[in-house]
């Protein structure tokens, strides 16, 4: 992956400084360093340090906390799609014992399992993992706090487990696994699960007085599919174009949006903030923008890895304080950035390479009862169906091959969408979900449930 400073203009450059150096003095951060993502490719690097000539780079390793947990989901992921295993399964069946086995495989990886959000006493991120050397003492003598997938309820005991399943199914340690399956094949040399030079200290800061507090850098021994990973901005940088894209070689595009689509909703507090949670990767609406990707924090780290897909802009941000500068509100601040200032170029329009005749029957205009809705044929080969005024209801669809399309997203997501044909060939109405869709409203010349009144449309006698 080349990093060029040129790809951006000169006014995003400085406005990109700008803001980590406010973010670094203001939150007080021994350092901060911060890459940006665009096409592809890094197109940015800044970093502020409070050291007089050493600005830390791409190559510098900071610990990056809960965005280890992405990682661990690629993993399962991976095993899923090789069929060893499947989300709906119960983690009882491939990981017997462990006296949270109720949970399935997706409930864990959308933290809806239930399980505690933490291990028991000591306080598990300054503490050395040997602390906790069997399951059991992660997980302590009642694991569930809450029913099995009734609740968003983040549990860093959850990956713990997810990370004992892995070993299980692979037959090797975690930390092998990851190496051999993610970090290698995407080029995420300077990825690690102990610190490799060159690597920021973590430190405290004192809430009220300029001083430094150096933080223990424990190794998290079973917890470490949580949150033990070190890595720089340049790596990822390259995580975040595979978290966009897929690769091949690790996880399809498909698998990598299932991981991107909400599987739990968000806890009562963040709702206002339009937050969810899908497998491994949080997601949330903020500035008009949809947002995906993860934070991390550890005694003397804070980190944050942001993507918007639509303007195809991601943000790297890493710092060594165990608190001070926000890091998720930073990371949209600098997405928002080069979103605003330098938008996105859209492709060239491009006809379909091929017209379906029967497809083309169905685009235009139509209405559910007195909705006003059109469909569309785009050239990727899918429908839209979207409201003519307004919000509401809308969906892309795929076609089927045997003239039904199957809705993709919202609402209508996996409801089949069938045309009703006349005796003579010609399109009556759409049958969406038992909705019935005609080209008048109410069009009394369609099977619209319940029937038209005879004497039709009227005004008030």
Not at 419 to 426: E, F, L, Q
């Amino acid at each position: 992956m080349t990093t060029s400073q040129d790809d951006l203009l000169p006014a995003t450059r400085r406005a990109l400084l700008h803001r980590i150096a406010v973010a670094q003095a203001e939150g007080r951060a021994p350092s901060l360093v911060a890459a940006v993502v665009r096409d592809g490719r890094a197109v940015w690097h800044g970093a502020r340090t409070s050291v007089d000539g050493h600005g830390p780079d791409e190559n510098v390793q900071y610990r990056i906390g809960s965005i280890t947990k992405t990682f661990t989901a690629v993993l399962v992921l991976r095993l899923r799609d090789e069929s060893v295993l499947d989300l709906g399964d119960p983690l009882e069946k491939h990981l017997p014992g462990t006296g949270a086995g109720e949970a399935t495989i997706a409930q864990l990886l959308a933290h809806t399992s239930g399980l505690a959000a933490e291990s028991p006493a000591p306080w598990w991120e300054r503490t050395p993992g040997s602390l906790r050397p069997e399951l059991r003492d992660v997980l302590g003598e009642q694991p569930l706090l809450h029913p099995v997938g009734r609740r968003f309820h983040y549990s860093n005991p959850g990956y713990t487990l997810l990370g004992a399943l892995v070993e299980e199914l692979r037959g090797a340690p975690w930390e092998d696994v990851l190496r051999r399956e993610v970090l290698e094949p995407l080029g995420l040399r300077r990825t690690s699960a102990q610190p490799q030079a060159p690597h920021a200290g973590g430190w405290a800061v004192h809430p009220w007085a300029d001083a430094l507090l150096p933080e223990p850098a424990e190794d998290l021994g079973l917890m470490a599919s949580a949150g033990q990973l070190w890595s720089t901005t340049g790596d990822l940088a390259r995580f975040a174009v595979f978290l966009a894209n897929g690769d091949e070689r690790v996880l399809s595009a498909e698998s990598v949006r299932e991981m991107r689509t909400p599987a739990a909703p968000a806890e009562a507090a963040d709702v206002v903030d339009g937050a969810a949670y899908g497998f491994g990767l949080q997601i949330q609406h903020r500035d008009g923008r949809l947002l995906v990707g993860h934070s991390g924090s550890l005694p003397g780290f804070l980190a944050n890895l942001t993507i918007s897909l639509e303007d195809d802009v991601a943000a790297v941000v890493l710092a060594n304080c165990t608190s001070g500068p926000l890091l998720s509100s930073l990371g949209a601040e600098l997405v928002g950035i080069v979103a605003e200032a330098e938008p996105r170029i859209p492709e060239p329009w491009r006809p379909m390479p091929e017209v379906d005749a029967a497809a083309l029957e169905l685009a235009g205009q139509w209405y559910w009862g007195t909705h006003g809705f059109a469909l569309r044929l785009t050239a990727d080969g899918k429908a839209s169906l979207e409201p003519l005024a307004g919000k509401g209801r809308r969906s892309r669809f795929r076609a089927n091959g045997d003239g039904t399309w199957t809705g993709l997203e919202g609402y209508y997501a996996g409801e089949l969408l069938r045309p009703v044909r006349r005796p003579d060939g010609s399109v009556s109405h759409l049958d969406l979900g038992s909705f019935v869709f005609t080209r008048q409203p109410y069009d009394e010349s369609a099977s619209v449930p319940g029937g038209v009144d005879p004497e039709g449309w009227r005004g008030i006698r």
